[in-house]
């Protein structure tokens, strides 16, 4: 691959699973409530507020800091999978753009299962009962109508339409 090709690889991997990192560090500091992050990305985000002009609250420093830390985290990362799809002789599409959808479904479901966790505990035994007689009613409607094969998408829907169901039905607490 020439250095035009490596570079690209390379700067493409770094951005993509920064964004990525940056992304789901940001959600996962800001749905915890409390400053989060390392020193240095809480350094950083102060500065960042400074150049901006701006005084954060705790929760939205530890959001930017979050946001820096997977950032850097996940980028650091993506640079080293960039240089080695450059240095492959494999075409880096046909194995790199496959490990960073995993990944960036890997990072949506944290967060989705996490938000998820977070309002279950929210609402106490109400959503947990919810949630879990919506995966044995549909994984059993779904072994019953379509075969014992469809239990888990069966659970899967059945949870998603109690956590609908609740969601619009019922008033919210703050």
Not at 112 to 121: D, P, Q, V, Y
Not at 140 to 152: C, D, E, K, T, Y
């Amino acid at each position: 691959m020439s250095e035009v090709g490596t570079f690209v690889w390379t700067l493409g991997g770094s951005l993509s699973f920064a964004a990525l990192g940056g992304a789901f560090g940001a959600v996962a500091a800001w749905k915890s409530e409390r400053t989060a992050g390392s020193p240095l990305a809480t350094r950083l985000a102060g500065l960042l507020g400074e150049l901006l002009g701006r005084r954060w609250q705790p929760r939205q420093t530890g959001t930017v800091a979050g946001g820096i830390d997977g950032a850097i985290f996940l980028g650091l990362i993506g640079t080293a999978l960039g240089l080695a799809a450059a240095g492959l002789r494999v075409e880096p599409a046909r194995w790199l753009l496959p490990v960073f959808v995993f990944l960036a479904l890997t990072a949506l479901g944290a967060v989705l299962f996490g938000l998820l966790a977070s309002e279950m505990i929210r609402q106490r035994v109400g959503a947990i009962l919810g949630v879990f007689l919506g995966g044995v009613g549909g994984a059993f409607l779904a072994a019953q109508f379509w075969g014992v094969r469809h239990i888990v998408p069966g659970a899967a829907l059945g949870m998603a339409l109690v956590i609908g169901l609740h969601w619009l039905l019922l008033p919210r607490s703050e």
